[in-house]
């Protein structure tokens, strides 16, 4: 018997089966296009398709770019058109028939794929803070995944860091606004338009990858842009801390990625601020999946679909 | 039969007999004195001695005023003398014998005492936000309370929510050393430091319910230290409700108290930093059970014991 796992992101869909044991036996990407609403419904069922005749499935797990609503079975997910409230359960479980099927977010994901496979392996309390062009956490807490009240627990983009509040943090909160890859390129544009003397590599529209680039010369707008990001990411993790008090703190996304070489300062500006006890006894570490991470999620929600069902 | 709760604190010992519906059928309340150690643990169990020969005890519950190690059955209470690493459980399963016993921290007993008996009733997702010396969080999560890896979640006294990190956080933390009664004191004495002119009713050595008082004559220190307060109840509401999701935010502690009239300003603040659908969704409310919240929790606590012995 084999897990089907589906990683659905804003650009592409990513599709394995694993072995019981989460070994990878197959594996594909294939990318979005400009599919929205149903197509993408459509799509998913397609590529299902292909594999289900091929391999003996017990179970299925998806992991979707948004907010899976446990009790309605539908996602929102901003980065897909039209997914606003879309049905997938329901979708799914009448393609899949007989084969149990599980959907959770992104964030959620990560947490487990981590937890299954990768850095949070034996952990009952982790957290996978996901940087890339957005912010988000999945939180495994006491050995259940957080949801929340309404399934949007997790949403650490918003965190309130700096006051007084700035309109700029309106569109996607105080941390995301600074420190996501979008909140770097944002900051080097003020930086710009603040430094019109400033000649070095940067440019409108440059991205975080070129900030990272850039550092290494010792830009100036990288090195500010970048000492402000790890003291941002210092303090969001030294809030995690003190409130969750985890055994693991795993840096992902795309962003970490190249940020990891400043783990140490990271910890550095963390211990100032957080519960002492509890930030001398977390460990942090880099995502080992890294951007396998949803996938190998998708494979664990898929595990526990089977197990719950019993099949 | 009836449940036997005990709420320990820095100065006093307040003990209560529950039936199993949560109606308190006796209570008392002892002061500590200048007990410290072992001197302590014999106190509860003379008052336990003397309440257990009175009525049917099924199983008993304890509030300590700090950490509670589950795994160890110890405590770390910093407000009593000795208390380093006590071991409570031991000591009291022993006298106790063949009635179960539970112990937890102050903060989760808040919200259990609210889940149980006040303002969290039927939530899954609830936080009792504890302002009082100090400050502290007591999270309820899917339905568990959250213990964290190490049994120190909920440490929220120590969110990082201004920046550059100053020394004077050093101590216990940017939000408790601004926005906890200590902190209101400490930032009082401050304002008079810079501001020699000033002539109003606080004095070096006011206290936050002398702050309360000095605001509703308009004093203009009592205005800066509240409103500073207000910035950062509601930034820490914020953050809780990004992170959370919860169905409910619980007020409680010595400041709310007086504190509780500026809900609309904290609710205020909050949303304009806050996951926006989140913070749509949450409740925040004045603890119902006041200054009794612990008690209530440990009669939870007892409930608890009861069921997992099975007695």
Redesign the interface.
């Given at each position: 018997m084999a897990l089907l796992a589906a990683d659905l992101g804003g650009t592409k869909l990513a599709l394995a089966i694993f072995s019981e044991q989460g070994e990878i036996l197959f594996e594909e990407r294939v990318a979005l296009g400009n599919r929205a609403g149903e197509e993408v419904g459509l799509l998913i069922r397609e590529q299902f398709r292909a594999v289900v005749g091929r391999y003996d499935i017990s179970a299925a797990g998806i992991c979707v770019p948004g907010i899976y609503h446990k009790t309605t079975g539908r996602v929102w997910a901003p980065n897909i058109g039209g997914w606003t409230d879309y049905p997938l359960q329901a979708e799914l479980e009448e393609f899949l028939d007989q084969i149990p099927v599980c959907i959770d977010s992104d964030r959620a994901c990560y947490i487990l794929g981590e937890y299954w496979k990768g850095a949070a392996q034996g952990?009952?309390?982790a957290i996978y803070l996901a940087v890339g062009t957005g912010i988000g956490?999945g939180?495994m807490?006491?050995g259940?995944i957080?949801?929340?009240?309404?399934?949007?627990?997790?949403?650490?983009?918003?965190?309130?860091?700096?006051?007084?509040?700035h309109p700029r943090?309106?569109p996607a909160?105080?941390f995301e606004g600074y420190a996501s890859g979008t909140g770097m390129a944002l900051h080097v544009q003020k930086l710009m338009e603040e430094n019109v003397k400033y000649n070095g590599a940067l440019r409108q529209g440059s991205r975080a990858e070129d900030v990272f680039k850039a550092y290494e010369t010792g830009d100036e707008i990288a090195v500010q842009v970048i000492n402000n990001c790890i003291?941002?990411w210092g303090?969001a993790m030294?809030?995690l801390v003190?409130?969750?008090?985890?055994?693991k703190i795993i840096l992902g996304g795309g962003v970490f990625g190249p940020a990891v070489t400043f783990i140490p300062q990271m910890v550095a500006?963390a211990s100032?601020?957080?519960?002492p006890?509890?930030m001398k006894?977390?460990q942090v570490e880099a995502s080992m999946l890294q951007d396998k991470a949803g996938l190998y999620g998708a494979g664990m929600l898929a595990q526990k679909a089977k197990q719950e069902t019993g099949v």
């Open positions: 952990c009952k309390d956490a939180i807490a006491g259940q957080l949801r929340g009240g309404h399934d949007i627990a997790g949403a650490i983009g918003w965190m309130a860091l700096e006051r007084p509040f943090f309106a909160g105080c003291e941002l303090m030294a809030n003190s409130l969750f008090d985890p055994e500006e100032k601020w957080a519960q006890v509890s006894l977390v």
